[in-house]
């Protein structure tokens, strides 16, 4: 085998299945041989103590099945190793050594679930606690180089963001989404595409990473886009889980690769209709499976107005699912205002257009910044003559392993730490 596929064999890994083997213990490939409890502790352990350049699968059904596969692939792409099988290669996503300070990754399992209220939340909390982070964004929308916006500085009301986006920026990109609810400084960066495992296709992240590397800031926040990671090494990550999505999406695939590396894991929208008791323990119970010592928190969204709606009569604009509109309407009418009507089409620019003309007896827009918020909501609703609020939504601990602040916030030393050794 060496001489016909190019490849210098270390040792195996022997991962069950006796139907071919008369005698397991007599087992003998001429190479050292790993046997454990489990083919993910042998794996792990040869994988350790050897540091291959790849792990080669000759597995198959019925000793593996697909999950278990998958399994191993995120073990062995987590560990920084190539996985290669008959007809495929996975390799792990190349994350290159450019920052200069501590940082951790702010990543997910999908889009839509809320990675960017948590990256937000986080860089609140580092700098009500003396760190003075700065976030790297990255969208299909940012900008065609490295963009940086001071958010203590610069005009973040509507008028300031239309103008932004009539000159031919996305105004409701995440560095700007950042800035407007953290007042930190933002880097806004570009990505196309994403791997199965996180790695975008083509960034300017690590141009943008650089640019991180000249400010007077002393820690980073590294922000993915949708599933897709930042494409640069970072300390330690915070995993952003929808407790709506597929328990597959979590715990198979390469949802599993994503839990290997993290330290922190937020389930998010932990609550009806999003998802039952039951699902939502299934997740906890599958991400406690994958990685015993993962802090794992259980958390919903409530909404948080950056500006006063008290008395007002306001028409909402989100891009969550219809079904949030009790919980959100009672939210706010709690905190004074008269919800007159919601639209969740912020994603679909022709329908957001038909919806807003609903919005005329509203006093105010409130809205998310995001997808269509500012080149149709805001200047929609600034030609209606309505006052333009924007939306956060900020993340409430339910359960779990701790407080999501002191997580945020443990995960941080965590990384102060791993930069220091480094």
């Known amino acids: 085998m060496t001489r016909d596929y190019g490849y210098e064999l270390a040792a195996a890994v022997f991962v069950g299945g006796l139907e071919k083997v008369s005698d397991q213990e007599a087992l003998s490939y001429g190479l050292p041989l790993y046997r454990e409890e489990s083919p993910e502790q042998a794996l792990a352990k040869a994988i350790d103590e050897l540091a291959p350049d790849a792990v080669v699968d ?15 692939a995120s073990l062995t792409l987590a560990r920084g190793v190539a996985y290669v099988g008959a007809d495929f290669r996975f ?10 300070k501590a940082s951790i990754g702010v990543i997910g399992t999908g889009k839509r679930i809320g990675k ?10 580092l700098s009500s606690a003396g760190f003075k982070p700065v976030a790297i964004a990255m969208g299909r929308g940012g900008p065609p180089e490295p963009e940086i916006l001071l958010g203590r500085e610069v005009e973040l009301t509507p008028e300031g963001l239309l103008a932004f986006a009539d000159s031919g920026k996305h105004a409701a990109s995440d560095y700007f989404e950042d800035a407007l609810t953290s007042r930190i400084t933002t880097i806004g960066c570009r990505r196309c595409g994403g791997g199965l495992a996180g790695a975008p296709f083509v960034s300017n ?5 650089r640019l991180a590397n000249s400010l007077e800031e002393n820690f980073v926040v590294a922000e993915g886009s949708g599933a897709t990671l930042p494409p640069l090494k970072v300390d330690a990550y915070i995993l952003s889980v929808g407790a ?5 999406y979590v715990a198979g695939y390469f949802g599993t690769y994503r839990a290997l590396l993290s330290d922190v ?10 998802a039952g008791r039951e699902k939502i323990e299934s997740i906890y119970g599958a991400l406690k499976e994958i990685k015993p010592d993962l802090k794992v928190v259980k958390t919903v969204f409530r909404p948080k107005p950056l500006g006063e709606i008290k008395d007002k009569r306001v028409f909402v604009a989100m891009t969550a699912s219809p079904g949030v509109e009790a919980a959100v309407r009672s939210h706010l009418e709690a905190a004074g205002a008269q919800v007159v009507g919601m639209t969740y089409s912020l994603s679909n620019r022709p329908q957001l257009k038909r ?3 609903e919005a005329s007896g509203a006093e105010v827009l409130l809205t998310e910044l995001k997808a269509a918020a500012v080149d149709v909501a805001t200047r929609e609703a600034l030609a209606m003559e309505m006052e333009v609020i924007y939306l956060d939504n900020e993340p409430v601990t339910v359960g779990g392993d701790g407080d999501l ?3 945020i916030l443990e995960v941080a030393g965590t990384a102060v730490e791993r930069f220091s050794s480094s």
């Open 265 to 274: 894991v937020a389930i998010t929208m932990c609550e009806e209709p999003f």
């Open 244 to 248: 709506g999505q597929p328990l597959e």
């Open 91 to 100: 390799d792990p996503p190349d994350l290159p050594e450019v920052l200069a």
């Open 355 to 357: 919806e807003l003309k």
């Open 58 to 72: 000759l597995s198959d059904e019925p000793v593996l099945d697909y999950v278990k596969r998958f399994r191993l």
């Open 405 to 407: 602040k002191e997580l």
């Open 116 to 125: 960017t209220a948590i990256s937000g939340f986080a860089c609140r909390e």
């Open 205 to 209: 992240v690590l141009a943008g990473a």
